[in-house]
């Protein structure tokens, strides 16, 4: 927190920009605010807003959050970014990778709008720029194995087969995986493939992305899967505003964007972050992403209490001055190397008990008692 204060008390717009892990990210950086009496805003995406109620959007706007469309071009929402970072006395968090991919200890690639949002504000001459990078890590407080083993019963169950309770954890996983892979294959091309894992995850990728932009006729250059699933729905969105009233094309359209969320599925699934390192929580992450994946779940059931570690990084500094694109390019992949760095250095220890959570706010997300956050943004909104 001394570095958000810092780039504060001098005055520096401060963009903070954490990695995206769980959907109780912005839940922890709420306490974060709690803890340094600092409001904060969160750039949301819309959806987040679309799928509550009136009195939760209303809640969402109290504690700094405002809505932005990520699959078009927002510039009310862009605008708004812009403006808290050059003139507003709030930091401002967006979550770089754009989506929750459950990789608890790993960064995938971020997204170029946030580093977009502070050049823009740099530019316009008014004061510095600080990008704090943010880490955000999860660790269970107490086993959650025989919970988690109870998640496989239902997955073995789903595929068919019976659980093996007998079997190690690790190598139900492996197992559940290799099967779902299979069928998806089958799905494709009509028969499993040969090669690793990794290999045939990229090449199902590639296969499902490569028969979508043949059709919408987009170029996919260099990007990163993220980016170039990012380009067709906003070429899927826009044949579903333009075929508004014909039914076999809206089908159409609305089977690709499935094919997009399930390339996004495969993304969120590399193969060696089980095969390097099998930990409790890596396996937890998995399971949680197979239960909403497999089983259809929303949102991943709590499995014990967790204990979260918030860090914030040494910022990057950016100037008044004129920017290309190619600037925004070389400060996202800085700020991803800088979340990571903070992420490896943040010790693995084996599950243990806490007599008192280490950030109180997951008491909020792990116990039924809704306790409601203080909300602190009636002044900051007010300077907007």
């Known amino acids: 927190a001394e570095h958000v204060r810092r780039a504060l008390d001098q005055n520096q717009g401060v963009l903070i920009t954490p990695n995206h892990p769980t959907h109780a990210d912005p839940f922890v950086l709420l306490e974060a605010v709690d803890q340094m009496r600092q409001p904060f805003f969160f750039l949301t995406a819309w959806q987040v807003f679309a799928a509550t109620h009136r009195l939760g959007r209303w809640i969402l706007r109290q504690h700094g959050a405002f809505s932005i469309n990520r699959e078009g071009t927002d510039v009310r929402a862009m605008r708004q970014a812009v403006e808290v970072l050059e003139k507003g006395r709030c930091p401002l968090v967006v979550f770089p990778e754009g989506e929750v991919f459950h990789l608890n200890d790993r960064v ?24 704090v990078p943010c880490g955000l890590r999860f660790t269970y407080a107490k086993d959650p194995s025989e919970k988690l083993s109870a998640v496989m019963d239902k997955l073995e169950m789903q595929m068919g087969w019976k659980p093996r309770q007998e079997t190690s954890l690790a190598r139900r996983l492996e197992r559940l995986t290799a099967g779902v892979l299979y069928l998806k294959e089958l799905e494709h091309f009509g028969a499993g493939q040969s090669g690793d894992v990794q290999t045939r995850i990229e090449r199902l990728i590639a296969t499902v992305l490569g028969r979508l932009e043949d059709r919408y006729a987009v170029i996919a250059g260099s990007r990163t899967v993220p980016e170039r699933v990012k380009q067709l729905r906003q070429r899927v969105i826009q044949g579903s505003d333009i075929a508004a009233r014909d039914r076999v094309r809206l089908a159409q359209f609305d089977d690709d964007m499935n094919q997009l969320f399930f390339v996004m599925q495969l993304f969120s699934y590399p193969a060696d972050y089980l095969q390097q390192t099998p930990s409790l929580e890596r396996m937890a992450e998995t399971i949680d992403k197979l239960e909403e994946d497999v089983l259809g779940a929303r949102s991943a059931r709590r499995r014990g209490q967790r204990r979260a570690i918030v860090e914030f990084g040494e910022p990057i500094v950016v100037k008044p001055a004129e920017y290309t694109r190619s600037d925004a390019l070389q400060l996202t992949s800085e700020m991803h190397r800088r979340v990571q760095q903070l992420l490896d250095g943040v010790p693995t220890a084996p599950p243990l008990p806490l007599p008192e959570p280490l950030i109180p706010a997951l008491n909020v997300l792990d116990s039924p008692e809704q306790t409601a956050l203080t909300p602190l943004f009636d002044q900051a909104t007010a300077s907007l």
């Open 108 to 131: 995938t690639p971020f997204r170029f709008g946030a580093a977009t949002m502070a050049l823009r504000a740099a530019r316009r001459g008014h004061r510095e720029i600080a990008c």
